[in-house]
C-alpha cells in the first residue's frame, strides 16, 4: 500500500521561507511523476508544482520565482522549497504521487500559514 507522508508545514510571516517534503512508502517507485497541490479555504484544490520521473518541472504561474519542486530517487522524496512567501499562499499543501502502474495517491496534507 503506497503511504505519502508529508512534513514541514507551520506558520511563518510574509516574507518568510519553508520547506516542505513528502516521503513515499509501500512500493517500488520507478516512472512515477510526484508534485505540491494546495487547498486553500472555501477553493478548489489547485497544482503548485510537479516533477516528472526525469526531472522536469511545471509550476503555477503565482509561485514561479518563489517556489522550487525537486525530488530524490534514492529516498523516494520530493520537496517544496518556498520562499518570499505571501498571505495568499496560506493553504494546506498535499503531496501527490501517480504513474499509469500505480495509479494516483495524496498525502494528507500539511497546513501553511502565512501571517504576520
Known amino acids: 500500500q503506497v503511504q505519502l507522508v508529508e512534513s514541514g508545514g507551520g506558520l511563518v510571516r510574509p516574507g518568510g521561507s519553508l520547506r516542505l517534503s513528502c516521503a513515499a512508502s509501500g512500493s517500488k517507485f520507478d516512472a512515477v511523476d510526484m508534485g505540491w497541490y494546495r487547498q486553500a479555504p472555501g477553493k478548489e484544490r489547485e497544482l503548485v508544482a510537479i516533477?516528472?520521473?526525469?526531472?522536469?518541472?511545471l509550476y503555477a504561474d503565482s509561485v514561479k520565482g518563489r517556489f522550487t519542486i525537486s525530488r530524490d530517487n534514492a529516498v523516494n522524496t520530493v520537496t517544496l522549497q518556498m520562499s518570499s512567501l505571501k498571505p495568499e499562499d496560506t493553504a494546506v499543501y498535499y503531496c501527490?504521487?501517480?504513474?499509469?502502474?500505480?495509479?494516483?495517491?495524496w498525502g494528507q496534507g500539511t497546513q501553511v500559514t502565512v501571517s504576520s
Open positions: 501527490k504521487l501517480w504513474s499509469s502502474r500505480l495509479g494516483s495517491y
Open positions: 516533477i516528472s520521473s526525469s526531472g522536469s518541472t
